[in-house]
T-cell receptor, first 112, second 116 residues
Framework: QKEVEQDPGPLSVPEGAIVSLNCTYS??????FMWYRQYSRKGPELLMY????GNKEDGRFTAQVDKSSKYISLFIRDSQPSDSATYLC????????????FGIGTKLQVIP | GAVVSQHPSWVICKSGTSVKIECRSL??????MFWYRQFPKQSLMLMAT?????????EQGVEKDKFLINHASLTLSTLTVTSAHPEDSSFYIC????????????FGPGTRLTVL
């Protein structure tokens, strides 16, 4: 079983829709969770960072962690064409001294 | 967030030549940097972990003699693709890690390498 699983998509939604992006993980010791956005032919940029269970909101973006299910989500409200990108979940290891585990990334296309 | 730069942003070279890619942390010091490779429509593949002042740790299947990494200072790591061949053509991305105030990883903009 992979440490982090993410559906690669692609996911196409109409402009204004609510988008739900998800990852599952296997190691219950994971504590920090990150979401990156990568535009085509660009390096990933850190979008959100969450710790422990619960929700964290930043503008149109909400990151949610359910530790009991080992499930993390990123919601995008009022999606815009400029949100079209690949979204990667990333989980740093406990202790922080080994490599961060990245999901494969979900490609999102928001259609005007 | 912290800024990581890469140079060059793209490079085209002939088969058999060597190419050096620089990765700099602009406004912070990074004891650990990472080099990734990304093929079209695929995710990031970690190639190696670079620690300042010590030898890089390569992932399984990555040739250390082909992909030379030097992390000579807290703000600069370099990746040299030696005797490049067309199959080395890819998007190379570096990343720098900070641990305080919390563990975060910041990526450079990437370097597109095309070997003719």
């Amino acid at each position: 079983q992979k440490e982090v699983e993410q559906d690669p998509g692609p996911l196409s939604v109409p402009e204004g829709a609510i988008v739900s992006l998800n990852c599952t993980y296997s190691n219950s010791a994971f504590q920090y969770f990150m979401w990156y956005r990568q535009y085509s032919r660009k390096g990933p940029e850190l979008l959100m960072y969450t710790y422990s269970s619960g929700n964290k909101e930043d503008g149109r973006f909400t990151a949610q962690v359910d530790k009991s299910s080992k499930y993390i989500s990123l919601f995008i409200r009022d999606s815009q064409p400029s949100d079209s990108a690949t979204y990667l979940c990333a989980i740093p290891p406990p202790g922080g001294y080994q490599k961060v585990t990245f999901g494969i990334g979900t490609k999102l296309q928001v259609i005007p | 967030g912290a800024v990581v730069s890469q140079h060059p942003s793209w490079v085209i070279c002939k088969s058999g030549t060597s190419v050096k890619i620089e990765c700099r942390s602009l406004d912070f010091q990074a004891t650990t940097m990472f080099w990734y490779r990304q093929f079209p429509k695929q995710s990031l593949m970690l190639m190696a972990t670079s620690n300042e002042g010590s030898k890089a740790t390569y992932e399984q299947g990555v040739e250390k003699d082909k992909f030379l990494i030097n992390h000579a200072s807290l703000t600069l790591s370099t990746l040299t693709v030696t005797s490049a061949h067309p199959e080395d053509s890819s998007f190379y991305i570096c990343s720098a890690r900070v641990t305080r105030p919390r563990l975060e990883q910041f990526f450079g903009p990437g370097t597109r390498l095309t070997v003719l």
